[in-house]
């Protein structure tokens, strides 16, 4: 993903998401936020989005959930799903979403921005 792509942050942990947003956009990327997967397709259906970085259990709407939509939609839109609770869903669940990376948290910031950048 170049610079001055525009990256959907959606975490129900509200400082967690901060401090991924301060990361991604001091590295070059415009962030916009949501606190679950039905705010997150709004921001999709109205705004541009080059990729997704969605948390995997939150109230709403899940990551499964949002990342089936979307994939309905575009099934190449680029989605990185990142949690701490994938004991709560089945590996066939999170293997069926088809997304470009999973990342356990808690993880390195390093390791999201190289995933972010190796994603075209």
Do not use: C
């Not at 293997?95 to 390093?110: C, G, N, Q, R, Y």
């Amino acid at each position: 993903m170049k610079k001055g792509s525009t990256i959907l942050l959606i975490d129900d942990e509200n400082s967690y998401r901060l401090v991924l947003k301060n990361v991604l956009e001091e590295n070059g990327y415009i962030v916009q936020e949501a606190s679950n997967g039905a705010i997150g397709l709004e921001i999709l259906r109205t705004s541009k989005v080059d990729l997704a970085i969605v948390d995997l259990e939150m109230p709403v709407m899940d990551g499964i959930e949002f990342t089936r939509w979307v994939k309905e939609l575009d099934p190449k839109f680029p989605i990185v799903i990142i949690t701490a609770h994938e004991r709560n869903f089945s590996p066939t669940e999170i293997i069926s979403t088809d997304v470009e990376a999973f990342l356990h948290k808690p993880f390195e910031l390093e390791e999201l921005l190289k995933t972010v950048e190796a994603i075209v």
